[in-house]
């Protein structure tokens, strides 16, 4: 619009007679070719990360990997983890992957999760430098301890709605990560120590079913649920835009419900 105007009002103020094109092809015309572009070319740059946010149905084109909706605010870290990550990690294992291997990467895939969110906890909420470097530069192996601190300090229950069994089976699955990661799947005494695990003697080689890695990842986007919902609790969302969308998927609803 800045273009067109600019061309039409040099054209009237122009004392030559004569016609003047006001081309705006030329915009399409520009892109991909080298050399000067027009003075009115304006070129997106497109990011690393593009999204659609579930809440608002916002598209979004992000640098980086993690980030907010731009419309409302929502966070994406909870899609990827689990629309993206985990069903990755699910093919690999029927695929015919090593159970101990997935069991180790969604681990570690679960702790990348909380590691963004202790990041942006860590610089929106005012605490003291030694919680701000717990969130900001320690890992969240430990499920014990990560509980603990989520819970006293922010109410953030990570495992509400577990049973204790399925609660136990993922904390022996967290200190079984690094015996994957760093000891060749062999028992050391520092596992025995940690975990309190009685079924395996030092020195034994742990292998895992299909089964229970499967097991394993689904209580670990439960995990990831309750920590993105309390998250949001606690930085709302702008209500604007998704609630325009639920009413427009309403509509749609409605509609499709008619015509049949």
Known sequence: MRHYCAVLGQALNSKQDGEVAIDM????????????????????ESQQRKFTCKSCEEFNDILGRFGYCSLCGRRNDLEDFE??????????????DAPEDCVRDGVASFDSFMAQVGKELARMVPLTERR?????????????????????????????GMKDDEIRVVELMFHRRHVYEHNGGEVNQKYLDKSGDTTVRLKQHIRETQQGAHGLLGSLVKMARNVHSVFHEL?????????????KKARIAKYSAGGR
């Open 25 to 44: 092809d030329a915009v399409a015309d520009a892109v991909g070719k080298e050399g000067e572009k027009p003075s009115f070319y304006v070129s997106e």
């Open 83 to 96: 629309d993206e990550t985990i069903p990755t990690i699910r093919k690999r294992l029927n695929s015919g």
């Open 132 to 160: 701000r470097h717990r969130l900001s530069t320690q890992s969240f192996h430990d499920l014990h301890e990560v509980r603990s601190t989520l819970r006293e300090w922010f109410d953030i229950d990570v495992c509400a």
């Open 235 to 247: 930085f709302p969302p702008i209500p604007e835009p998704i609630k325009a969308f639920e009413d």
